[in-house]
């Protein structure tokens, strides 16, 4: 859900408790429209993430780690120019709004103490953080509105820092059981709608909420209602229900929504406690974030992909093509056959012989078209010509069946790795894989100054088994080779049956526990192109029986003595999943 002024109240009291007195060490800028703050506060450090992203600017703090360019924006230079070292003094927010304050204490180029405030302004796409100082004048935002985007406002460095234009809303601070009844009477229609018209950061499903937390019915005419009766419920319920946060999930077992406490418009089942809001917001953006962000990434390789396999896919369809013909072509050596076994009975100049078929049984009659141009004799070595093209393409095409099946498999793979990116490490991965196999031009192979330009190598998925297990998962063609190559004999290997995935592996020569097995395979079966198959097979053997050939692309292996497991994924393994860490799935 986008953040509502009602839920920002939650976060800002989180954030106060947990920030407030803390000294900035850290300041990044992972993406154009988001900043991280490292902040150490009561003896641990906290990770900031203020996004003014148009789809889901939000405040919290995560858990998460983002990568950052290898040269920070001039934005991101001006924040550690300005806020590394300072101490956060307040966090606030406007007027009840989806607008959110961080007040530093700064020291100046002179050493003395200055207060610069942070505006978080969550407003879809006119989101927007803004520094500035304590005469209110604009340090810098992240996003510069002139006058030309906005005759509203303008926000730039050097001017004057503006409120959004405020909306005549009641403040939930400052609400009084009065003072909603006057506004809601004044209102009129459906409570629920009342209550988004009248209260500052009110979303239509917090307004729901508040009527079902004081047993109203949100669609009741607030006419038909006693308000000196309701009125004072309904601010209790705005002000005064504890945080308990919560992550609602669906069906798939993907987290779809966070809430600040258990909303009873959504069935309880489906609602987990969180440690915190922030951590409700994780589970929510953590795969959302990296599904978008990597799609974002891998666009145009996928469209390359997907152009690439329909070309070989055309390919192969014309070597198979070929085959066939040549299946045919045997009737051209057996018209040379009996052509030159009658070479005695052909008259020059005809255009037909009828000749009995020696090579089929009861020797029947059968008719050979024959070249008036050509004698007898060069009529049938025009047949064998014909017959010996055919078996040269055959053999052609045979030979090249065997690569196409090879370029479609790693096609594939790619494809499927793709999905399971999370860094650009992984996508500089699978782009490798694509070049080395000749689907993409090669990256230069030397970087600034000469230097050899190294593969940053993306690292495999880590899980622990409920018994403490080691569980590792390659996300693409490499790091399959790379977990399994390097793995001990002992150590049990699974893989989803004859479909793209990941390899997985078990990190103990130990026999591992069924409930091990059954996790693990889980996993391979979450990580391969078959994730959604009821029935999926997932074979398993040990390390030693897993071989590849001198030849083979990256990740393609062979694999003997195994055993199968027939894994259907519920909602609550894939949930337990991605909390675990295969959010990039």
């Given at each position: ?445 030397r970087g600034r100054g000469g230097k050899p330009k190294k593969l940053p190598e993306g690292k495999p998925c880590r899980f622990t088994a409920p018994d403490g297990t080691v569980i590792e998962v390659g996300k693409n063609s490499l790091q399959n080779d790379r977990l399994t190559l390097h793995a001990r004999g002992g150590e049990t290997w699974l893989h989803a049956q004859g479909i793209p995935g990941s390899h997985v592996l078990i990190r103990t020569e130990s026999e591992p526990s069924d409930e091990t097995l059954l996790y693990a395979a889980k996993l391979a079966a979450y990580f391969s192109k078959g994730r959604n198959h009821p029935q999926l097979p997932v074979d398993y053997t040990r390390r030693k029986y897993v071989k590849k050939s001198a030849n083979a692309p990256a990740g393609l292996v062979t694999y003997t003595n195994f055993k199968t497991l027939i894994i259907g994924l519920t909602p609550e393994d894939v949930a337990h999943i991605i909390q675990e860490g295969g959010g990039g799935r």
């Open positions: 859900m986008p953040m509502d002024g009602f839920t920002l109240s939650y976060m800002r009291r989180e954030l106060l408790a947990a920030l407030q007195g803390g000294r900035v060490d850290k300041v990044n800028q992972p993406e154009r429209d988001a900043l991280v703050l490292l902040i150490r506060s009561g003896g641990g450090n906290h990770r900031l993430l203020l996004s003014a992203n148009a789809n889901q600017a939000r405040a919290q703090l995560t858990a998460q780690t983002y990568e950052n360019p290898a040269e920070p924006p001039m934005f991101c230079m001006l924040m550690r120019k300005h806020l590394l070292g300072a101490r956060v003094r307040d966090v606030g927010q406007v007027a009840g709004d989806r607008i959110l304050t961080l007040v530093f204490e700064c020291l100046d180029e002179l050493g003395d103490s200055v207060e610069k405030t942070l505006y978080l302004e969550v407003m879809g796409r006119h989101s927007n953080l803004t520094l500035v100082r304590s005469d209110g004048v604009i340090i810098d935002a992240i996003r510069h509105v002139n006058s030309e985007m906005s005759r509203v406002r303008t926000v730039q460095p050097g001017g004057v820092y503006q409120l959004p234009p405020q909306q005549d809303k009641l403040d939930p601070e400052g609400l009084t059981p009065d003072s909603l009844a006057e506004r809601l009477a004044a209102q009129g229609g459906a409570l629920a709608k009342g209550l988004m018209a009248c209260v500052a950061g009110m979303a239509s499903v917090c307004a729901r909420e508040i009527c079902a937390q004081v047993g109203a019915d949100p669609a009741v005419a607030v006419s038909d209602l006693d308000l000196s009766a309701l009125s004072p419920r309904l601010v209790q319920a705005l002000r005064d229900i504890p945080a308990a946060p919560v992550a609602l999930y669906d069906e798939a077992g993907l987290a779809v929504d966070f809430f600040p406490f258990p909303y009873r418009t959504f069935a309880a089942e489906r609602q987990k406690a969180m440690p915190s809001l922030s951590a409700a917001m994780d589970a929510f953006y953590l795969g959302r974030d990296l599904r978008a962000r990597m799609q974002q990434k891998s666009a145009g390789l996928q469209r390359h992909i997907k152009s690439a396999l329909e070309r070989t896919e055309k390919k192969k369809a014309i070597m198979l093509d070929s085959i066939r013909q040549s299946a045919l072509a045997e009737q051209d050596r057996v018209f040379g056959d009996l052509l030159t076994a009658n070479l005695h009975r052909i008259g020059r100049g005809v255009s037909s012989v009828t000749v009995q078929n020696y090579y089929e049984e009861g020797s029947p009659e059968v008719d050979i078209p024959l070249s008036t141009r050509l004698t007898p004799s060069q009529n049938a070595q025009s047949y064998y010509k014909k017959y010996r093209k055919a078996k040269v393409a055959e053999q052609y095409a045979r030979e090249q069946l065997t690569t196409i099946e090879r370029d479609l498999a790693l096609l594939e793979n790619a494809l499927d790795d793709l999905d399971k990116c999370e860094t650009t490490a992984d996508l500089g991965e699978v782009r490798y894989v694509l070049s080395q196999a000749g689907f993409l031009r090669p990256e230069p192979s």
